[in-house]
């Protein structure tokens, strides 16, 4: 193997994976670097012989337009969730459709009550004002999404019915801290595109952007250990390598001192059942629930994460509560909000993300990260912790190694 390389990228996610496809499009001398047994990184699947498993819950936005042109026509297989989300709480259940597009059915549901006029108008009206929002070119002021939705004069019910469950799902923690200038990027996303997963998971993505990447370029099982003086880098697995520029993604970039991110966590439980739910195609939210956040009938989706006589549901829990015998609980749950037996669900697989979305706090994108010489940051965090952010950071730090 060579022990020399014009650029070295370390890790695989969508970051690195991104700025591989650009170096291998123009010819580039370059190495990907991977510690663990697989591309992909945060997202990904895992299968057995019957089902398929996200690792998380996640979803592709088809707003996601770098993502888009890196994934050329792949995207367009990907197979849609139905635009809104079903509201389950004590009172029963309830369609949002489409509330960002479908305004008129927003309000013959839940919302009917006085003071609804006024949150229809708002969305509207932040509906408009984001509909061409960039991160990049926001310079109001930063706060939690919570205190930017209440200053925005949502009503109470709109906030705890639609707002919580929905984007506590999307960040990863329940208190709506996050900076709502994430908020109005997803907000803005979900706006211009739809929320679809690849036919056989979400590790068809990664899959696709390596696809015309030659497998000589990549190294698995390697976790770089060290940077060396003069340009090389210590592997774990004793080698030593040489660079002219060095691409870090994500954790990787503490080689350097240059990560301090923490990151929201989440549980997921994937439960199968022979049963068949009406509008499984919308994502459900349980805004009264103490632990469930949401659950996606993936299969309903896409049939291929599960045989044809079973259901596969995704069950995301981002509560910390300690819960004691989590698979009868989840199984009660099942019964109380979809019908049937215990006996009728069955637990197939139970995984936790302690390194899932980044905490983007209020303030988040106004800490420069800085280049160090030949030495190029990427990873989500450099611009937004989605997929798209992940791609645009590869794509910038290819950039930066040709400049
Ligand atoms: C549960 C969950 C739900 C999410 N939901 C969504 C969603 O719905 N929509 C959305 O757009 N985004 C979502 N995200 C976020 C999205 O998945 C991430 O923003 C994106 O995958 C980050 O890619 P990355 O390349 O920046 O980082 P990573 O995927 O973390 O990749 C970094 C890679 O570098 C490797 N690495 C690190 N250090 C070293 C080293 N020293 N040597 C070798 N290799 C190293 C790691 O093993 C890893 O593979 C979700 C994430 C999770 C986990």
């Given at each position: ?18 700025c591989?496809?650009?170096c291998?499009?123009?010819n580039?001398d370059?190495l ?12 990904g ?5 019957k ?37 389950i ?16 059915k ?7 009550s006085?003071?609804?006029l ?12 984001l ?5 990049e ?13 209440k200053?925005?004069?949502f009503s ?9 469950p929905f984007?506590?799902?999307?960040f ?12 109005k ?6 706006n211009r ?7 056989y ?10 696809s015309?990447i030659?497998t ?5 099982n390697?976790d770089?250990t ?6 090389n880098?210590?592997?774990n ?38 049963r068949r739910?009406?509008?499984s195609r ?31 549901l995704s ?9 004691n015998?989590m ?15 215990a006996?009728?669900y069955?637990?197939?697989k139970?995984m936790?993300?302690n390194r ?5 706090l ?10 160090k ?22 794509i ?8």
């Amino acid at each position: 193997m060579k022990q020399n390389y014009d650029i070295i990228i370390i890790g695989a996610g969508l970051s690195g994976l991104a700025c591989a496809q650009k170096c291998s499009e123009n010819n580039k001398d370059f190495l990907l670097i991977e510690k663990s047994n697989r591309i992909g990184g945060r997202v990904g699947s895992v299968r057995n012989e019957k089902f398929i498993f996200d690792l998380g819950f996640q979803v592709y936005n088809t707003a996601y337009k770098t993502t888009n042109d890196l994934l050329k026509s792949k995207a367009d297989e990907f197979l849609p969730f139905l635009p809104g989300a079903k509201i389950i709480s004590q009172n029963g259940s309830t369609i949002i459709s489409d509330p960002m597009r479908n305004f008129s059915k927003i309000f013959h549901t839940i919302f009917s009550s006085a003071g609804t006029l006024n949150d229809k108008i708002k969305i509207l009206t932040l509906k408009f004002r984001l509909s061409n929002y960039t991160l990049e070119s926001d310079d109001s002021e930063d706060m939690h999404t919570i205190d930017f939705l209440k200053l925005y004069g949502f009503s109470k019910k709109i906030i705890d019915n639609f707002f919580y469950p929905f984007f506590s799902g999307i960040f990863l923690e329940d208190r709506l801290e996050t900076s709502s200038k994430f908020f109005k990027y997803v907000f803005s996303n979900f706006n211009r595109g739809i929320a679809v997963i690849p036919k056989y998971g979400m590790q068809e993505i990664p899959d696709a952007i390596f696809s015309n990447i030659d497998t000589s370029h990549l190294l698995l099982n390697t976790d770089v250990t060290k940077l060396l003086p003069e340009n090389n880098l210590e592997t774990n697995n004793g080698r030593t390598l040489g660079y002219n520029r060095l691409v870090l993604t994500n954790e990787s970039c503490s080689l350097v001192n240059q990560f301090n991110i923490k990151y929201n966590s989440v549980k997921t439980v994937y439960i199968s059942t022979n049963r068949r739910f009406k509008d499984s195609r919308y994502i459900h939210l349980f805004p009264q629930d103490e632990i469930i956040n949401n659950v996606a009938f993936v299969s309903s989706v896409s049939p291929n994460y599960a045989p044809s006589e079973k259901t596969l549901l995704s069950i995301s829990i981002i509560s910390k509560s300690p819960v004691n015998n989590m698979e009868q609980l989840l199984k009660e749950k099942m019964v109380t909000y979809f019908g049937g037996i215990a006996s009728d669900y069955i637990l197939e697989k139970s995984m936790d993300t302690n390194r899932a979305t980044i905490n983007q706090l209020p303030g988040f994108y106004t800490n420069i990260r800085e280049q160090k010489g030949n030495t190029v940051l990427a990873g989500d965090h450099m611009i937004n912790g989605s997929i798209e952010g992940a791609v645009v950071s590869g794509i910038k730090a290819y950039e930066c190694t040709v400049k």
